[in-house]
T-cell receptor, first 113, second 115 residues
Framework: DAKTTQPNSMESNEEEPVHLPCNHS???????IHWYRQLPSQGPEYVIH???SNVNNRMASLAIAEDRKSSTLILHRATLRDAAVYYC??????????????FGAGTQVVVTP | DTEVTQTPKHLVMGMTNKKSLKCEQH?????MYWYKQKAKKPPELMFV???????INESVPSRFSPECPNSSLLNLHLHALQPEDSALYLC??????????????FGSGTQLSVL
């Protein structure tokens, strides 16, 4: 299975943008890029996902490299509530892998006032 | 209602006990999942149910026995657990298994301690 590589931790000031990188050099054509985050004492929460094009939603933006070997999750204005572990996950869209969402190590985001 | 509710929130059990974890959702989702999360580690997939049928079993030991009695409920029956099974057990649901339908909604988990 294709793996993702993320920095262990990143620090940001409140109201500043946060750019979270993810490397996935062995990504295949059937892999979608998903991001989830996990706040302290909670279950993971869906953030965003994409295949080839950049994606935006109310929580974040996802920028995907042209060769798809890397992507960046962008939090436009970090708040204290955005302090969490952010997981970049490759999800296959083949019938034998439907339902498999397997988490990597993730990036711990620290937001300072 | 966009919630996945897990009970109990905390559970302490001995190695000879039998207990069950319960998960409930009322979003009309037809896929439900169990994950296990050890402290400071990412969640690990255990089981996936689709339309009340077991779809994926990630080689989980038989002392963990899942059950999906209906589309809203998912149970995890525990028997003869070991101390190393102590972890946070997370339940999730999604509309389906593919594409946009595979967006997962997670509960807050059951913190299990095996003595």
């Amino acid at each position: 299975d294709a793996k993702t590589t993320q920095p262990n931790s990143m620090e940001s000031n409140e109201e500043e943008p946060v750019h979270l990188p993810c490397n996935h050099s062995t990504i295949s054509g059937t892999d979608y890029i998903h991001w989830y985050r996990q706040l302290p004492s909670q279950g993971p929460e869906y953030v965003i996902h994409g295949l080839t094009s950049n994606v935006n939603n109310r929580m974040a933006s996802l920028a995907i490299a042209e060769d798809r070997k890397s992507s960046t999750l962008i939090l436009h204005r970090a708040t204290l509530r955005d302090a969490a572990v952010y997981y970049c996950i490759l999800k296959k869209m083949t019938t034998d892998s439907w339902g498999k969402l397997q988490f990597g190590a993730g990036t711990q985001v620290v937001v300072t006032p | 209602d966009t919630e996945v509710t897990q009970t109990p929130k905390h559970l302490v059990m001995g190695m000879t006990n039998k207990k069950s974890l319960k998960c409930e959702q009322h979003m009309g989702h037809r896929a439900m999942y169990w994950y296990k999360q050890k402290a400071k580690k990412p969640p690990e997939l255990m089981f996936v149910y689709s339309y009340e049928k077991l779809s994926i079993n990630e080689s989980v030991p038989s002392r963990f026995s899942p059950e999906c009695p209906n589309s809203s409920l998912l149970n995890l029956h525990l028997h003869a657990l070991q101390p190393e099974d102590s972890a946070l057990y997370l339940c999730a649901s999604s509309q389906g298994l593919e594409g946009r339908r595979a967006k997962l909604f997670f509960g807050s988990g059951t913190q299990l301690s095996v003595l």
